[in-house]
């Protein structure tokens, strides 16, 4: 199984590549099954038993998620964008935008509001799967330590009092109603003006994603003795007005001073648990009061926890000075 999440991932983001540069012939399942090895029958069967649908929904709700970021962010006219992505007419692809969001593309520009776009899937995150990362290559960069005054924003998020780590996370809000995984990030990846953006629309970026730990009273007692909620959610401007879905919360996060511990891109399956290793050495071995700081764990204070391999690995703890 382990394998063929690869397999999936694989082809997830090659149908992000296909969709962008509207090649419909490799977007077939003919192409990808040539692509990677395999039967047409075994292919679909695999896919449906990893993603949960069958492929060629999933390829027309991906086709409907990348029109609805173009709805969402450009003047162009609907039916280009309907022709653009595959759909014969402004009729198909009205018809199929409010089968999939309850919502037409005409509404829909005229009052952009979080939709869970129905294709955030994760088949092969090291976390989702429990097994904690892949191989023991040790990486060579070191972890970078610095501190920053972050400005007020506002944080949309969901909350855990009793999880322990990601999986952990995921598994308990998997059984609250409207709180999964695929729900949640999808919600989150339809949301424009994400302050941790980087303007990714990969299959399953999870750009401007991110965990986070908030300091409440109520929380589990961490590792290092503060009693923390975990979160997961994204960080927005201090005036956004957009809509809050129901299931969410939405903080006010005041200017503060943070310490950053930050590793910089890395090979996930080969280096993630040495990265994960050496960036907690990193925190455990700082001298905060030889810097002028001590750790803030004032209640209501916010521990960010950002994992983009590609980018970096950080954690961004609250200070203050002393």
């Not at 419909?24 to 047409?40: F, R």
């Not at 299959?203 to 007692?221: C, V």
């Amino acid at each position: 199984m382990y394998e063929w999440q690869k397999q999936i991932q694989i082809m997830i983001e090659e149908i992000d590549i296909c969709i962008r540069r509207n090649d419909d012939e490799a977007l077939s399942l003919s192409c990808l099954s040539d692509k990677l090895g395999y039967s047409e029958c075994h292919i679909s069967r695999k896919f449906r038993e990893i993603s949960g649908m069958q492929f060629r929904d999933y390829l027309r709700y991906r086709r409907l998620a990348f029109a609805l970021k173009e709805l969402r962010d450009t003047d162009n006219s609907i039916l280009d964008i309907a022709l653009k992505y595959g759909f014969s007419s402004h009729e198909a692809f009205t018809r199929a935008f409010k089968e999939a969001y309850s919502i037409t593309p005409s509404e829909y520009r005229h009052s952009p509001r979080p939709v869970a776009l129905r294709t955030i899937i994760k088949p092969f995150d090291c976390y989702l799967l429990s097994i904690g990362g892949c191989g023991m290559e040790k990486s060579a960069k070191d972890v970078k330590t610095y501190f920053v005054t972050i400005p007020a924003h506002k944080f949309l998020h969901i909350k855990n009092y009793e999880s322990i780590g990601y999986w952990d996370f995921w598994q308990k809000q998997s059984l609250i109603p409207g709180q999964d995984c695929e729900t949640i990030c999808g919600l989150l990846d339809s949301i424009k003006g994400k302050l941790d953006d980087m303007g990714d629309s990969e299959a399953n970026s999870g750009s401007g994603q991110i965990m986070a730990y908030i300091n409440e009273p109520t929380g589990r007692i961490c590792s290092w003795g503060i009693p923390l909620a975990e979160c997961y959610g994204v960080r927005l401007p201090i005036d956004y007005s957009g809509d809050v879905p129901e299931q969410m919360l939405m903080a006010d996060i005041p200017e503060a001073e943070y310490i950053v511990f930050e590793h910089g891109p890395f090979d996930l399956e080969k280096e993630n648990n040495s990265v994960e290793e050496k960036i907690e050495a990193a925190m455990k071995t700082f001298d905060y009061a030889a810097a002028g700081y001590c750790l803030d764990t004032t209640p209501g204070r916010v521990f960010y926890f950002y994992h983009d391999p590609k980018r970096f690995w950080k954690y961004v703890r609250p200070v203050r000075k002393i």
